[in-house]
């Protein structure tokens, strides 16, 4: 394929980036890009929007995910957990239990704050490279904002709020 090609490929470029290019028109495809340096930097750059926007819904979805039980054996060992962890419940709730002191937190607390950390970190990540590209500037603008409001407590707000002083 030559430069006039470009076009006849162009629409299967969406395909390389995401890794699902049909066999019968790989090699071709392949052999193209090895050629042509415009269509290997528009897969880069379909490659890198696709991880942006994964990163993005992945954020969204996080609250919202529902995960279904496939096993029926599973039941099984849900049961015996379940029984454990009442077991264990009630010893320790009949021995006393001591009493967090104010301002300790618990370990479902720090949990949250990791996993909050960590997600605001993929997203800022995400965020920085849309700031990169001058036509997204805007959406980043968003992003870096919708960081401060969602995750306000941890170091990617702290990143985010100076890179917004930097935008003005």
């Known amino acids: 394929m030559n430069r006039d090609c470009c076009g006849e490929i162009e629409e299967l470029l969406v395909d390389v980036a995401d890794g699902v290019l049909a066999d019968d028109v790989a090699?071709?495809?392949?052999?193209?890009?090895?050629?042509?340096?415009?269509c290997r930097r528009l897969v880069e750059d379909l490659r890198q929007s696709i991880r942006c926007a994964t990163i993005l819904w992945q954020d969204n979805l996080h609250?919202?995910?529902?995960?279904?039980?496939?096993?029926?054996?599973?039941?099984?060992?849900?049961?015996?957990?379940?029984?454990?962890?009442?077991?264990?419940?009630?010893?320790?709730?009949?021995?006393?239990?001591?009493k967090p002191r104010p301002g300790t937190l618990t370990l479902a607390e720090m949990e949250q704050r990791i996993v909050a950390a960590g997600s605001a970190a993929r997203l800022l990540a995400a965020t920085d490279e849309l700031q990169e590209q001058t036509t997204l500037r805007d959406v980043a603008e968003s992003q870096y904002r919708y960081i401060l409001a969602k995750y306000p407590d941890t170091e990617a707000a702290v990143q985010a709020r100076a890179k917004l002083k930097t935008l003005r």
Do not use: D, K, M, N
Request: glycine share 10%; charged share 15%.
């Open 27 to 38: 090699g071709q495809v392949t052999s193209h890009l090895e050629r042509c340096l415009r």
């Open 63 to 98: 609250s919202t995910q529902v995960v279904p039980i496939r096993s029926r054996g599973l039941w099984r060992y849900v049961a015996v957990a379940a029984g454990v962890v009442l077991a264990v419940g009630a010893a320790w709730f009949s021995t006393g239990r001591p």
